[in-house]
């Protein structure tokens, strides 16, 4: 059964990085299917894609978190994961990573979510 | 203000069948059969219901169903039940740089 678990710091300080990993089990990341990526969702607001990676380290973002996301891969870890420099309070939201069947595409496996609070 | 547009809530009965719209553009939803629908209970991690437009996960009930038309998809749920009382997102492939964009979600409430 594939699983997806979010990790790291839940509170972040206004214009440092935050900084999160996704530890996938019960299947490789090294596939060549599929496609990892992260989505947030602010407090009590809709779901925002902001980038997908392949296991050779392709990479594919929101155009408006471009300049301030950097998502990698690990296959020794079967992690992938997700830095967003600069933050401010915009970015305080649920960050969930899944499973794409291609960057684009639809997320099939999701983990619980990680709340990340920027606040000072 | 959301790429996608969707009704910010539906309701219906149980039993009854309802219909969500999901609204974009040529440069989306219009030319690319890449749309999935969404279902998200409070709390819960979103779960995948449709993709490519009218195709159904395995173990998804066939009581959803999904197609599209010029630029607008449209979730339909028959036979409603208390369960399906929840938030539903689409989302779509778009051919600007954002790649992937989502709707701004739809409340279900069943009565």
């Known amino acids: 059964q594939l699983q997806l678990q979010e990790s790291g710091p839940g509170l972040v300080k206004p214009s440092e990085t935050l900084s999160l990993t996704c530890t996938v089990s019960?299947?490789?990341?090294?596939?060549?299917?599929?496609?990892w990526g992260w989505i947030r969702q602010p407090p009590g607001k809709g779901l925002e894609w902001i980038g997908s990676?392949?296991?050779?380290?392709?990479?594919y973002y929101n155009a408006s978190l471009k300049s301030r996301a950097t998502i990698s891969v690990d296959t020794s870890r079967n992690q992938f994961s997700l830095k967003l420099r600069s933050v401010t309070a915009a970015d305080t939201a649920v960050y969930y990573c899944?499973?794409?069947?291609?960057?684009?595409?639809?997320?099939?496996?999701w983990g619980q979510g990680t709340l990340v609070t920027v606040s000072s | 203000q959301s790429a996608l547009t969707q009704p910010a809530s539906v309701s219906g009965s149980p039993g009854q069948s309802i219909t969500i719209s999901c609204t974009g553009s040529?440069?989306?939803?219009?030319?690319?059969?890449?749309v999935s629908w969404y279902q998200q209970h409070p709390g819960k991690a979103p779960k995948l219901m449709i993709y490519?437009?009218?195709n159904r996960p395995s173990g998804v009930s066939n009581r959803f169903s999904g197609s599209k038309s010029g630029n607008t998809a449209s979730l339909s749920i028959s036979g409603l039940q208390a369960e399906d009382e929840a938030d539903y997102y689409c989302?779509?492939?778009?051919?600007?740089?954002?790649?992937?964009?989502f709707g701004g979600g739809t409340k279900l409430t069943v009565l």
């Open positions: 899944a499973r794409h069947g291609d960057y684009y595409g639809p997320a099939d496996y």
């Open positions: 019960g299947a490789s990341i090294s596939s060549t299917s599929y496609y």
């Open positions: 990676v392949y296991f050779s380290g392709s990479t």
């Open positions: 040529s440069s989306d939803v219009g030319d690319y059969d890449y």
């Open positions: 490519d437009v009218s």
């Open positions: 989302s779509s492939f778009a051919i600007s740089s954002t790649a992937v964009i």
